[in-house]
Each structure stands twice: as structure tokens, then as C-alpha cells.
């Protein structure tokens, strides 16, 4: 069983910055496809990023150009930096792993999910 534990969230004020972290266990870290979704008060949950095994990435495209994916297989570590924050990046942060490798922007594709990070821009 593969557990995620997400960290570096907080309150910002827009337009600064912050950097999520998710910490996976298991030894087959980089194997994993991961991502980062957000969910919102009273909205669904949202695709943000992912990388793949192999370090591709994709964004959504409301946070291309302002968020960048990494990761850090030695660490068993993804990362969110985000800059430029807007209010309306306000929600939970999930980190999500998923065993194909293979990245995905749906719910769907991954199969392990931490209990999220609390993200909050003031205007």
C-alpha cells in the first residue's frame, strides 16, 4: 500500500508563492505517474499537473505558465511550486499517484491519493 502525505500549504497573498510537497512511501516511487488535483469549496475536483515516469508534464491550462511539476525519485518526493498565485487558486491540494507510469488528467488514472493540502490566496 502506497501512502502520499502532502505538505507546504498555507496562506499567500495573490500574486506570491508557495511549494507543495508530496512524500510517497513504497520503493517503486519511480515507477509512479504523479499528480496534483485541487478541489474548492462546493466545486469538483480539478486536474492540475502531472509527470510521468519517464518526467513528462502537463498542465491545465489555467496554471500553465505559473506552476511547474517536478520530482525527486532519490526522495520519493513530487513538487508544486506555484507562483504568481491568484485567488481563485484557493482550494485543497491532492497529490495523487498512479501505477501505469503513464500521466493522465483524470481521477481515474491514479490509484493512491493523499489527504490534502489547504492552499488559501487572499486578495
Known amino acids: 500500500q502506497v501512502q502520499l502525505v502532502e505538505s507546504g500549504g498555507g496562506l499567500v497573498q495573490a500574486g506570491g508563492s508557495l511549494r507543495l510537497s508530496c512524500a510517497a512511501s513504497?520503493?517503486?516511487?519511480?515507477?509512479?505517474?504523479m499528480g496534483w488535483f485541487r478541489q474548492a469549496p462546493g466545486k469538483e475536483r480539478e486536474f492540475v499537473a502531472t509527470i510521468s515516469s519517464g518526467y513528462s508534464t502537463m498542465y491545465a491550462d489555467s496554471v500553465k505558465g505559473r506552476f511547474t511539476i517536478s520530482r525527486d525519485n532519490a526522495k520519493n518526493t513530487v513538487y508544486l511550486q506555484m507562483n504568481s498565485l491568484k485567488p481563485e487558486d484557493t482550494a485543497i491540494y491532492y497529490c495523487?499517484?498512479?501505477?501505469?507510469?503513464?500521466?493522465?488528467?483524470?481521477?481515474?488514472?491514479?490509484?493512491?491519493w493523499g489527504q490534502g493540502t489547504q492552499v488559501t490566496v487572499s486578495s
Open positions: 495523487a499517484g498512479g501505477n501505469t507510469g503513464v500521466f493522465s488528467s483524470r481521477l481515474y488514472g491514479y490509484d493512491y
Open positions: 513504497g520503493r517503486t516511487f519511480s515507477n509512479y505517474a
